[in-house]
Structures are given as structure tokens and as C-alpha cells.
């Protein structure tokens, strides 16, 4: 009764916190023509994509406009730099809790940055649309956005540390999942009389739920033998193996990808360039530029997440190996052979599923799947996958906790 006591706890916490959120996004700013400002907007692709992401807020202005994109690409820029720097890295490898605690710190304090450079192009972008704007307005939007923006990352530490799941996925699918009914509706207005694009959509959306599920549950099973494990004979114990997933990122390398294709947009909207527009809205410059996006996303997490050299040394201290691969140096190059591979893989089928409208669309004349977006569809899947199974870990390590007393 106690351990369900504690998950009730946990998963109250998580929905109260994401109730907050919610609602912060729908207080606005004052001294915003809300009108004229949602009429200018109707169109743009990049504000449409940010709401997604948002839930809405770009569309408000609200107190939680920015949401946790800038924590998301705080996290990203503070990665990088431990690839980039030597003494981050081995801060985060050799100083334990203390290292991660100064990893967050950095992280935090580039979140409070990066909030204020997006809430300044915010204020600048709707001065056209406030009644009375000044410096004294401007300063204030911006540390208001600002604000908001570091009570969400603090809301999504919250969550990871006292409630159910990561924090900031879970704000992320909350926000996808508000514009649902949005998107269903503006959906069957245009395909009122018209059965087969009804039909299209749900075995589209069936089709791409088997498929995402399949990656994010894929496993490369590599063998490892220990002198312990080995029986009269000889024979490898098969349940001793180190599983490698076909997608080590998850859905945030089609996030970000999505994130940056529309970059190279916002930044030509004040361009007169005509050939350097026509070769970025080119169809063809689009899939290559995407496709090489989600690539090299994928990858940039696999490294992050699987140090293939620390794999290595571990297997050395406990004195196991893979069959027919001597430790060490041929061992890391096996390893970074396989993850490579599986990595591309995943990146592959992750950007097929992606551009799957605009590949039925050319095949169909069909457009399905308007306004709902795969990209959205991978997020909710792979974030509802990872919720569920650290559910399920919580509830068997308690279970292990109460035989050991």
C-alpha cells in the first residue's frame, strides 16, 4: 500500500506541475493588440512550428511563451562544449555528483542566456503589434519571457527528480497534445465530404505507431563471455550480452532537426536574395538538408550517450570480452562499427517516417496527415514508451527494496 502511495504521489506531482505550465501560457502579456497579432501570424510556418513545441504560446505571448526550448537548446550547446573543452568532460567523468551538479550550472545559467536573447528578437518581432511601445515595455517583456522561461526548466527538474519521467519530454508531449483537438477539427473541415483521406490518416497513423515502436524497442544483442560464465564445455551463456538500441537518441534528434530546418527560413524572411530563396525552398534542398539534420543529430547523441572506450575498460575490469574480439583497442573499434551502423539505421527509418505526408502525397495526390505532422506523432509515442517503462522500473525496484528488508 505504501509503494502505491508513493507512485500516486509521484504522478500527482507531474500532473500539477504540468497543469501549471499549461495554464501559464494562456496568461498574456499586456499592451499586445492580440487581434491584429494573431492575424499577422496565421501563416507563418516557423510560428507554427514553434506552437507546436509550445503549446500555443507564441500565438498568446503568454508568461510561458518560450516554454522549454531554451533549456532544450541550453542542454544541447552545454553537450557540445564538453566534447569541445577537455576540462568539462572530465569534470562530468571524474567528479561524480559534484561534476553533475556543475554541468546543470552551466546549463542553467546558459538557459537564463538564451532566454534573453530569444525574449529580445520576441520584442522587437511584435513591436509593430503593441499599443504603446517603449524601452521601459521592452525591458520588461523581456525579463517577464525570461522568467517564464527558467520557472519551466525549474518545473522540468521538478518533474525528473520528484515525479514521473523527464521533465522536460513530458512538457514537450503535453504541449503536442493540446493542439490535437486544434488540428482534428481544422482536419475534418476540410475533408468533410470525402471519405478515403479519412480512411489514409488512420491507417497512416496506425502504420507510422508499429513502426516507431519497433525502433524505439530495437536491440543489437552483442555477446560477452566472462571465465565465470563459462561452462564445461565451454559454451557462452546467451543471456550475457550488452544491448545496443537501433535508435540511441530517441525522438530528440528529429526534434532539433525540425528545429533547425526552419532556421535557414526565419533568417532569408528580411533577404531579398531570390536564387538564395529558391534553393532554400527548394523540395530537394529541403529532404537533403533534413535528412543530413536527423543523421547527424543521430549520431551526435549516440556519442553522448554510449562511450564506447568506457564500455570497453569496464569489460576489462570485470574480465569479460566479445567472443572472438580481443579487449581493448579492436574492442572499441567493433563497438563504434556496430553503433555506427545501428545509428544510421535509425536515423534512416526516423527520417522516412518524417517526410511520410510528402512521400504519400506524391504517390496519393492525397494530403493526410495535414496539420497533424509524424514528427509530433514520433514525440508523443516515444515519450509515452519511455514514461511507461520508467513506471515500470520504479514499481520493480521498489518491489526488490521490500524483499531485501
Same mark, same amino acid.
Given at each position: 500500500?505504501?509503494?502505491? #502511495?508513493?507512485?500516486i504521489n509521484?504522478?500527482?506531482?507531474?500532473?500539477?506541475i504540468?497543469?501549471?505550465s499549461?495554464?501559464?501560457?494562456?496568461?498574456?502579456?499586456?499592451g499586445?493588440?492580440q487581434?491584429?497579432?494573431?492575424r499577422?501570424i496565421g501563416q507563418?510556418n516557423?510560428?507554427?512550428?514553434?506552437?507546436?513545441f509550445?503549446g500555443?504560446g507564441f500565438?498568446?505571448i503568454g508568461?510561458?511563451s518560450?516554454?522549454?526550448i531554451?533549456y532544450i537548446n541550453s542542454?544541447?550547446?552545454?553537450?557540445?562544449l564538453?566534447k569541445?573543452i577537455?576540462?568539462?568532460?572530465e569534470?562530468?567523468?571524474d567528479?561524480?555528483e559534484?561534476?553533475?551538479q #556543475?554541468i546543470?550550472k552551466?546549463?542553467k545559467?546558459?538557459?537564463?542566456l538564451w532566454?534573453?536573447i530569444?525574449?529580445?528578437?520576441?520584442?522587437l518581432?511584435? #513591436?509593430?503589434?503593441?499599443f504603446?511601445w517603449?524601452?521601459?515595455y521592452?525591458?520588461?517583456?523581456t525579463?517577464t519571457? =525570461?522568467?517564464?522561461s527558467l520557472?519551466?526548466?525549474?518545473?522540468?527538474?521538478?518533474?525528473t527528480?520528484?515525479?514521473?519521467g523527464n521533465?522536460?519530454?513530458l512538457?514537450?508531449?503535453?504541449?503536442?497534445?493540446?493542439?490535437i483537438p486544434q488540428n482534428?477539427q481544422?482536419?475534418t473541415?476540410n475533408?468533410?465530404?470525402?471519405l478515403m483521406?479519412?480512411?489514409l490518416?488512420?491507417?497512416?497513423c496506425i502504420?507510422?505507431?508499429?513502426?516507431n515502436?519497433?525502433?524505439q524497442d530495437?536491440?543489437?544483442k552483442?555477446?560477452?563471455?566472462?571465465?565465470?560464465h563459462?561452462?564445461?564445455?565451454?559454451q557462452?551463456?546467451?543471456?550475457?550480452?550488452?544491448?545496443?538500441k537501433l535508435?540511441?537518441?530517441g525522438v530528440m534528434?528529429?526534434i532539433?532537426a525540425?528545429a533547425?530546418?526552419?532556421?535557414?527560413q526565419?533568417?532569408?524572411?528580411?533577404?531579398?536574395n531570390?536564387m538564395?530563396?529558391?534553393?532554400?525552398n527548394?523540395?530537394?534542398?529541403?529532404?537533403l538538408e533534413?535528412?543530413?539534420l536527423i543523421?547527424?543529430?543521430?549520431y551526435?547523441?549516440s556519442s553522448?550517450?554510449?562511450?564506447t572506450k568506457?564500455i570497453?575498460e569496464?569489460?576489462?575490469?570485470?574480465g569479460?570480452s566479445i567472443?572472438?574480439?580481443?579487449p581493448g583497442e579492436e574492442?572499441?573499434q567493433?563497438?563504434n562499427?556496430i553503433?555506427?551502423?545501428?545509428?544510421?539505421?535509425g536515423?534512416?527509418?526516423?527520417?522516412?517516417i518524417?517526410?511520410?505526408?510528402?512521400?504519400t502525397?506524391n504517390i496519393t495526390n492525397?494530403?493526410?496527415?495535414?496539420g497533424f505532422? =509524424?514528427?509530433?506523432l514520433?514525440?508523443?509515442v516515444?515519450?509515452?514508451?519511455?514514461?511507461?517503462k520508467?513506471i515500470?522500473?520504479?514499481?520493480?525496484s521498489e518491489?526488490?527494496?521490500?524483499?531485501?528488508?
Open positions: 500500500m505504501e509503494k502505491n #502511495k508513493k507512485l509521484k504522478i500527482t506531482i507531474t500532473l500539477i504540468l497543469f501549471i499549461r495554464i501559464g501560457i494562456f496568461i498574456p502579456i499586456p499586445i493588440n487581434n491584429e497579432f494573431n499577422s507563418n516557423i510560428i507554427n512550428f514553434l506552437n507546436v509550445s500555443g500565438s498568446t508568461i510561458f518560450l516554454g522549454i531554451p542542454s544541447i550547446i552545454t553537450q557540445l564538453i569541445i577537455p576540462k568539462l568532460e569534470i562530468q567523468k567528479e561524480g559534484i561534476g553533475k #556543475k546543470n552551466i546549463t545559467y546558459l538557459t537564463g532566454g534573453i530569444q525574449s529580445v528578437i520576441i520584442g518581432w511584435i #513591436k509593430p503589434y503593441t504603446d517603449n524601452i521601459h521592452f525591458f520588461d517583456l525579463i519571457l =525570461t522568467t517564464g520557472i519551466i526548466m525549474w518545473f522540468s527538474e521538478i518533474i527528480e520528484y515525479g514521473i521533465g522536460a519530454s512538457l514537450i508531449f503535453q504541449n503536442i497534445v493540446s493542439n482534428l481544422s482536419y473541415n475533408n468533410t465530404n470525402n483521406p479519412t480512411l490518416l488512420l491507417t497512416s502504420a507510422i505507431l508499429i513502426i515502436i519497433m525502433i530495437s536491440k543489437r552483442i555477446n560477452i563471455i566472462a571465465s565465470k563459462l561452462g564445461e564445455k565451454n557462452l551463456y546467451k543471456q550475457n550480452y550488452i544491448p545496443l535508435n540511441q537518441g534528434p528529429i532539433f525540425s533547425a530546418i526552419n532556421l535557414p526565419y533568417l532569408l524572411i528580411n533577404i531579398e531570390v538564395l530563396k529558391e534553393i532554400f527548394n523540395s530537394i534542398f529541403y529532404l533534413y535528412s543530413v543523421i547527424g543529430f543521430s551526435f547523441y553522448i550517450i554510449l562511450n568506457d570497453a569496464n569489460l576489462q575490469k570485470m569479460a567472443p572472438n574480439i580481443r574492442t572499441i567493433y563497438l562499427q553503433i555506427s551502423k545501428l545509428t544510421f539505421i536515423a534512416f527509418f526516423l527520417f522516412i518524417a517526410q511520410f505526408p510528402l512521400i502525397s492525397i494530403n493526410i496527415l495535414q505532422g =509524424t514528427t509530433s514520433l514525440i508523443l516515444g515519450v509515452a514508451i519511455e514514461t511507461a520508467q515500470q522500473t520504479y514499481i520493480i518491489q526488490y527494496d521490500s524483499i531485501v528488508k
